[in-house]
């Protein structure tokens, strides 16, 4: 019952929590400058890089990370993205004409596929991905939206929820068009995101895979990743877990690669650049993020946030809350090794995405190098320990003082003891304990929240209205 009232309680919170982010403490500059003492940087050969941590999205280093260039076939990173979300691995794909013949002679293909051919969608994900099959790629999008432009403009419309600012895909594949352009941190976030489908970290750490013999063809057709830096690669690299290759002409070479180690995962893109220095500058990357920052648990770290401390952290409409809030233990910041927690700063954020209790952002030298998301500490006995301990004090006194005597109506003087505390217990239960208070304070949030809510919704209808009027006048004109 407890956790069921937490959770409609902390809904309550949230869905006022928008509005009192402006009530909030300044935050520091997102996208501030590295900081003086970040650790120095390897020099690159590329035109643009990035290297991000993936768990908290912390860039560590980055080079003309924003300027715009060709991504080759590190495009089908967001291709298997889509199919993921959209599709089912045991979905058969039907190969159209255009899939087959509308790629560029002598690309990167599967093979012995034609018109009319099918194949699942689980061994069309690997001959794209292993192989780079473009026509591949090309089937997965007619199968998911129905044609390539409208692929096309899901694709960027993910990019866009992805905060992608400098993106634009014309096609699945990745083949040159200059309208098919992303950026290094564009692709960042993309390859963030594909990062969190295990289905997606399964089919880029594979090596190799065979797709057997079936109706449509009598030869099983091996697939081997392109990625070197993958086990048994020329560039074999001790913590890899897959990636994407692409090359054009015009594109160069392009390279995401993902690495993991000692509870940080990184993501490295490289673009444009001439081989093999795609994957001696990833590795001067990798090694670089590995060797220079740490992983910091700020659960354990940050006891400003922990329950029961002073909640003057938190804002003052959730000071009764404060009690039960704490942070999110498996949330943590990436930081120089060089640097201590002690050196960073923070800042709280109230939420409405009704998840959470709000989030609390950290910053290494006014840089963002992660967060930690506050959420409700349901345990059961912080809700029932102040009052039964409390009740359980006094009845100990009365118990001692009232022992085998009897009141004159019948009743031992502990019975009658044990009565009148219950009932005082119960009437301090309700004035004390910190969910009466907590009730009230929700209602009064909610109260508001409904309010402005109603508000806003009669002010679209108006400028709906507003606008309706206005294109009739138009129109008659």
Not at 111 to 133: R, V
Not at 231 to 253: F, H, M, S, V
Request: charged share 25%.
């Amino acid at each position: 019952m407890i956790h069921k009232t937490c959770k409609v309680l902390m809904s309550g919170i949230l869905a006022f929590g928008i509005l009192l982010n402006s009530a909030g403490p300044a935050l520091a500059e997102e996208g501030a400058g590295i900081p003086d003492d970040w650790p120095q940087a390897p020099q690159l050969m590329g035109d643009a890089a990035i290297l991000m941590e993936a768990g908290t999205g912390t860039v560590l280093y980055e080079k003309n990370s924003y300027e715009r260039h060709y991504p080759a076939s590190i495009t089908k990173i967001m291709t298997a993205l889509l199919a993921l979300e959209n599709c089912s691995m045991d979905e058969m794909i039907t190969f159209s004409h255009n899939s087959v013949y509308d790629i560029d002679p002598g690309c990167s293909i599967i093979g012995d596929i034609d018109e009319g051919d099918q194949l699942s969608m689980e061994k069309t994900m690997y001959g794209m991905m292993l192989n780079s099959g473009n026509e591949a790629a090309y089937g997965i999008a007619e199968h998911v939206s129905g044609d390539l432009p409208s692929f096309a403009e899901m694709m960027n419309q993910r990019a866009r929820e992805l905060g992608c600012l400098d993106t634009h895909f014309v096609n699945a594949n990745g083949l040159h068009n200059d309208d098919h352009y992303t950026t290094a941190y564009d692709m960042a976030l993309i390859s963030r995101e594909a990062l969190k489908n295990e289905e997606f970290r399964k089919i880029v750490r594979t090596v190799r895979y065979t797709i057997e013999p079936d109706a449509y063809c009598g030869e099983p057709r091996y697939m081997k990743n392109h990625h070197k830096m993958l086990p048994g690669g020329d560039y074999e690299y001790p913590g890899c877990i897959g990636g994407k290759t692409g090359y054009t002409l015009r594109a160069n070479q392009t390279l995401v690669t993902f690495a993991r180690r000692n509870g940080i995962e990184l993501i490295c893109v490289t673009l444009n650049e001439t081989s093999p220095n795609q994957f001696l500058d990833t590795k001067a990357l990798l090694d670089y993020g590995f060797d220079q920052f740490q992983r910091v648990d700020v659960a354990e770290k940050d006891t400003r946030y922990l329950t029961g401390q002073d909640p003057g952290l938190f804002p003052d409409q959730l000071k009764d809350a404060a009690p039960f809030l704490k942070l999110d233990p498996s949330d943590y910041v990436v930081l120089p090794k060089s640097a201590d927690f002690a050196d960073t700063t923070s800042d709280y954020q109230m939420s409405g995405n009704g998840e959470d209790a709000g989030t609390v952002k950290y910053y290494y030298g006014g840089y963002p190098v992660g967060s930690a998301k506050v959420v409700v500490d349901v345990t059961e006995e912080k809700y029932i320990f102040p009052v039964h301990a409390a009740v359980s004090g006094e009845n100990q006194a009365a118990g001692e003082n009232a022992a085998d005597e009897t009141s004159k109506n019948g009743e031992s003087k502990s019975e009658a003891a044990e009565k009148n505390l219950d009932k005082k217990g119960s009437q301090e239960e309700k004035k004390s304990h910190p969910l009466h208070t907590f009730f009230i304070v929700i209602g009064v949030i909610l109260g508001i929240a409904a309010a402005l809510f109603a508000a806003a919704v009669i002010r679209v209808r108006i400028l709906r209205e507003k606008r309706r009027r206005q294109k009739r006048r138009k129109y008659k004109r």
